[in-house]
């Protein structure tokens, strides 16, 4: 831990100008209260375990400045430009945000979302009574600094807490980070609350305007109701100068069922950190993670997950895909508290490296203080099967063109555990892009639509 | 007889340090069946994957005509398409691809080789759909992973399944019938004999004469020790089993 010396000005100039937009006095206090915290815990560094192989010093010694709302619309963005990045699914709407704020003229129109679907700025001005309250719920697991940080800006974001429908749409959060001078950061928060026997799928989506550095660090908090069924899927494609850090939250009650679906495929420095409670009998997480980095990508999967009650079943795949320059960090713990009897935790990180370079650190870990518990967790670190590549020679494929199609392969594991169709067809051209030869790698595997 | 398909002169080939193929010659014109037998390191699936362009083999000395072109100069995928296909001993699994997907990149893969326009996605499944009912193949593996979780006699019935959907004018089979029961031996035997023509040839290798009973070859050769000893009509394999491969070798050596 280091003294908060970097940018202190600037965050708490920040802070000030911020606070002006007539919040009410809660959310001031909550603010402060939060920067506070921010000043007490300091900036993680490398010998801080839960940081030991990512460092924050690029984050430390870059002016980001957080903008507010209105401030931020210098990018003109028209709502053809948005057509690329749309999912094109049935059912879906979609909310877009500028570097953190939200943007109604280019999201879905008002009539076409759910009820109690929003944008957290206007949640706040609507029913910020509710929005404490949820907030309070949410904030029972620790918080980092940058959790704290975000807190401290805490303006907008997306507030969706839809009623239980027969039709659950799919909710897509497009986040657009635009490139300026100084560089930006945008620490919005999502409060995704999932009423008993309620579905939800929600696609976040991280997207660069620019070319050029901004720091994104936002915080998910999933509240899945008893008896529902959430999907969230974060599909992470911003420039490669980009820093993104977040945390997603997933507090699951009795009998619920969640899947979380982190697929980092863009970014120059990325933490993600997972952090999943059953704290319901009988609920049931999936997380299945895909990270692919080349270039000089950082990729940090952080990861923790706590049976806090009896029958809980939770299932955490992570795929990691390394070329060129890129390191991979993977750290996951399965917590295991008393009483949490019959639980069935299982924990998997396979890795593939594609050059000598790439780099990839994994440390699964367990921590059980229950008796009657199933639990395994394994990871490994390997190359390519050149079998399988040679296989797919004879078959008639040149060797680069076998290769490609067996490093998507590998990552296409993660791919078939999500549900969305739409989702695998976009994740299948964003991959193929990434890797070697990807135009006729994308040819090959196209799925009928 | 049809014009010799395949033809290979004094082919010696191994491992850096080691000679496995000492000087086999073959000739095997299109439109037949020849099994190459022999005893377990007798050099039977060094041939298989010589012929199909492994590199860890080198070739020391001799030489292999394809319908008369030189294989050596060619790579692995151009073999594919100039129509050689090898059926492996061991198929490998592939998750994370379907069927379906492999299939497609390998068919359209070898068309581009040779000039001819990709198969657009309806034209590949007419063609896949009717490749599976050639050889008696569910469709449905289409959709599952290559050879993920497969039996062995699944993964050697897909292998003739690829084998109906590239058709190749060359198919070596290299010991196809190993841990398959009789009812998958007949399955698969099946699948090879429905795709027998006048224009391609299959080179069986096998231990076990048994396979040679549902895949009846014209010409059977005995390799021993990396030199085709012997060659004669079917009745040699029925010898083989009777009497071992010892005995054919001392005959063979007198």
């Given at each position: 831990m280091v003294a908060v010396a970097e940018q202190p000005d600037l965050y708490d100039r920040d802070l000030q100008r911020l606070q002006?937009?007539?919040?009410p006095d809660w959310l001031c206090d909550w603010r402060q209260r939060q920067m506070q915290r921010f000043r007490t815990l300091g900036w993680p560094t490398m010998k801080d375990e839960p940081w030991?192989?990512?460092?924050l010093k690029p984050v430390m010694d870059t002016p980001y400045t957080c903008v507010g709302p209105g401030e931020a619309h210098a990018a003109a963005i028209t709502p053809q430009a948005l057509e690329a990045w749309?999912?094109?699914?049935?059912g879906e709407r979609i909310l877009v945000f500028v570097d953190g704020h939200y943007r109604a003229d280019l999201s879905s129109p008002p009539a076409d979302l759910?009820?109690?679907?929003?944008s957290l700025a206007q949640a706040l001005r609507d029913t910020p009574e509710d929005v404490q309250a949820v907030l309070r719920r949410a904030n029972t697991v620790a918080m980092d600094a940058l959790a704290a940080l975000n807190g401290a800006f805490l303006l907008d974001g997306a507030c969706l807490q839809p009623a239980r429908t027969d039709t659950p749409p799919l909710l897509h959060l497009l986040y657009l980070a635009t490139s300026a001078a100084p560089p930006r950061v945008s620490h919005f928060q999502n409060l995704i609350v999932v009423p008993e026997g309620g579905q939800i799928t929600v696609v976040e989506h991280d997207v660069s305007l620019g070319a050029g550095r901004h720091w994104c660090n936002g915080i998910t908090h999933l509240l899945a109701g008893p008896n529902s069924h959430a999907r969230y899927y974060l599909l992470?494609?911003?420039?490669?100068?980009a820093v993104n850090t977040r945390l997603i939250h997933a507090h699951l009650d009795r009998d619920s069922r969640v899947e979380l679906h982190p697929a980092l495929l863009g970014g120059g420095l990325v933490r993600n950190n997972i952090h999943g409670v059953l704290?319901?009998?009988?609920s049931h997480l999936l997380v299945n993670g895909l990270f692919v980095g080349r270039g000089q990508q950082h990729l940090d999967n952080h990861m923790r997950i706590v049976h806090?009650?009896?029958?809980g079943e939770s299932h955490q795949f992570y795929q990691g895909v390394l070329g060129e320059e890129a390191q991979g960090v993977f750290a996951g713990r399965i917590v295991v508290q008393p009483g949490a009897q019959q639980t069935d935790a299982k924990q998997t990180n396979r890795n593939l490296l594609l050059s000598d370079e790439a780099r990839m650190n994994t440390q699964p870990q367990l921590e059980i203080h229950a008796d009657d518990v199933k639990c395994t967790h394994g990871a490994t670190v390997g190359r390519l099967d050149q079998e399988a590549v040679y296989y797919l020679q004879t078959r008639g494929l040149p060797l680069e063109l076998a290769q490609a199609l067996m490093t998507y392969a590998f990552a296409a594991q993660g791919l078939n555990r999500m549900n969305i169709a739409a989702v695998r067809r976009h994740l299948m051209r964003q991959l193929s892009a990434k890797l070697p030869h990807g135009r006729e790698l994308a040819q090959m595997i196209e799925e009928p639509v | 007889m049809g014009e010799p398909l395949l033809q290979i002169e004094d082919l010696h080939a191994g491992i850096p340090g080691r000679e496995i193929l000492r000087g086999v010659n073959l000739t095997l014109p299109a439109g037949q069946v020849h099994a190459l037998m022999g005893p377990n390191g007798s050099g039977k699936s060094t041939l298989a994957q010589v012929l199909a362009g492994r590199e860890d083999y080198t070739i020391t000395q001799g030489r292999i005509l394809f319908a008369g072109q030189?294989?050596?100069?060619?790579k692995p995928h151009e073999r594919a398409a100039a129509g050689l296909f090898l059926a492996f001993q061991y198929p490998v699994e592939i998750p994370g691809v379907t069927g379906m997907q492999f299939l497609r990149a390998a068919v359209n893969a070898v068309r581009k080789q040779r000039g001819e326009p990709e198969l657009d996605p309806v034209a590949m499944l007419k063609r896949l759909r009717e490749a599976a009912k050639l050889v008696d193949?569910?469709?449905?593996?289409?959709?599952?992973?290559?050879?993920?979780?497969?039996s062995g006699g699944e993964k050697k019935r897909n292998e003739v399944f690829q084998l109906a959907a590239l058709a190749p004018r060359l198919a070596v089979l290299d010991?196809?019938?190993?841990?398959?029961d009789i009812d998958a031996l007949q399955v698969v035997a099946k699948g090879v004999n429905a795709l027998r023509r006048p224009d391609r040839a299959f080179l069986v290798i096998t231990h076990?004469?048994?396979?040679l009973n549902y895949i009846v070859p014209d010409v059977v050769h005995v390799l021993v020790e990396g030199r085709i000893v012997k060659s004669g009509d079917r009745t040699l394999a029925l010898d083989l089993e009777r009497e071992g491969y010892a005995a054919v070798e001392e005959k063979a050596a007198v």
């Open positions: 002006r937009h007539n919040a030991r192989f990512t460092s749309k999912l094109h699914q049935e759910p009820q109690g679907v929003t992470e494609e911003s420039n490669p100068q704290d319901g009998e009988g806090a009650r009896p029958r | 030189d294989l050596a100069a060619l193949c569910n469709p449905d593996t289409l959709k599952r992973p290559v050879n993920e979780g497969f010991e196809t019938d190993s841990g398959l076990y004469q048994r396979l």
